[in-house]
């Protein structure tokens, strides 16, 4: 970790970037925001915690805790919320069982996220799988998008 640490902070400061920057590099290396990453650019930098949390918190691209292998985005932009979009939600809470306030499953296979618009407001309501994007989704059809996805997982494994 010390030497992407390190990479990071070489960039930070020969593109004299900030704080946006260092965030953006930890979460495309990490794919989150490590607290111990904050914690040493904090000291490397004189630069205060609160100041990087304050920024991971305002921004959803900033994650705190490290994503599932699969990400399940669904969009709450107005066509999708009319057409549904909180089913979806819901729906997918209750199949992977997740408590209030957690968006991970305790298996770390799958994360639920919601965001304001994907720009697809003739395919509402909207979900997106690992980046592909499924469109008129109902609860049925993005639950059975899962099970396709955990049986490719589990062929994937399999083989060799």
Not at 53 to 74: D, E, R, S, W
Not at 78 to 94: E, Q
Request: charged letters at 30%.
């Amino acid at each position: 970790m010390e030497a992407a640490l390190e990479k990071i902070l070489k960039t930070y400061r020969e593109k004299e970037g900030n704080v946006i920057s260092i965030l953006q590099d930890l979460e495309e290396t990490f794919g989150y925001i490590p607290e111990n990453a904050v914690n040493w650019f904090s000291k490397k930098l004189d630069i205060p915690e609160s100041r990087f949390y304050g920024i991971t918190t305002f921004y959803a691209q900033f994650h705190l805790k490290p994503p599932g292998k699969n990400v399940i985005i669904v969009c709450r932009g107005t066509a999708c919320h009319v057409k549904g979009s909180d089913r979806l939600i819901s729906g997918l809470r209750r199949t992977f069982n997740l408590p209030e306030g957690e968006d991970t499953t305790a298996d770390r296979k799958f994360t639920i996220e919601r965001v304001a618009c994907v720009g697809t407001c003739g395919m509402a309501p909207v979900a997106l799988i690992n980046k592909k994007v499924h469109g008129k989704m109902t609860s049925n059809k993005l639950i059975k998008e899962i099970k396709i996805l955990e049986v490719k997982k589990t062929d994937t494994n399999n083989e060799g």
